[in-house]
């Protein structure tokens, strides 16, 4: 039976979606192109169709995540954001959590097509931070861009520091309260 173009487009973005979400999970070397697709609910040979190459699925993949974030936060304040970000909640949910936090490490170890879309990613999430000041028609900054690289930079290390700790970890809260109360004490 032949597939459609919209069907075609449906596919690749469910097989984007899922893999953005296994991603996260698992790392990028910790999901093969025949699981992805198995998880998606396809054979591992239609993956050629849809991509030249597993590359180019992650960076996409990211791109969805990135996309997402932007997505849920469309309408929170930063505070909100951050209060949200560092949150317990937020660290358990690692397939459905920050695309930096969980993939930026494995994002350094891949080709440049990946570490682009990271870099277009942190700038979104930049932009998300920003928000507030250009509402209020505030002038960009040099201080004020260092200011958000610093807390957004402090945000990922605090959750993937978190992560890092066992579940059931004292330290993994730990940090996330303490990395919050800075954050947003410092730059509320």
């Known amino acids: 039976m032949k597939v459609t173009k919209t069907q075609a487009l449906e596919n690749r973005t469910h097989i984007v979606e899922t893999a953005s979400t296994l991603f996260r999970e698992r790392g990028y070397d910790g999901v093969s192109v025949a699981d992805l697709m198995a998880a998606a609910g396809f054979t591992h040979g239609g993956f ?4 030249p190459s597993k590359a180019d699925l992650m ?5 969805c995540g990135f996309s997402q974030s932007t ?6 304040d930063p505070a909100t954001i951050l ?3 560092l949150s317990r909640k937020h660290r ?4 459905r959590g920050c695309t930096l936090a969980a993939l930026s490490g494995d994002a350094a170890r891949q080709p440049a097509s990946v570490k682009k879309t990271f870099a277009d990613g942190i700038e979104s999430q930049l932009a998300t931070l920003e928000r507030d000041a250009a509402a209020s028609g505030q002038k ?3 201080e004020a861009r260092a200011r958000r690289i610093a807390m957004l930079a402090q945000a990922v290390g605090a959750l ?4 890092a700790c066992p579940d ?3 330290l993994a809260d730990e940090i996330l309260k303490v990395c919050r109360a800075r954050i947003l004490g410092d730059h509320a």
């Open 140 to 142: 960009e900054s040099g």
């Open 83 to 85: 209060k949200e970000y």
């Open 168 to 170: 059931d970890s004292a």
């Open 92 to 95: 358990d949910a690692l397939g």
């Open 59 to 63: 960076a996409e993949a990211a791109a």
């Open 160 to 163: 993937v520091l978190s992560r």
């Open 71 to 76: 997505a849920n936060n469309a309408d929170a």
């Open 48 to 51: 050629y169709k849809h991509f």
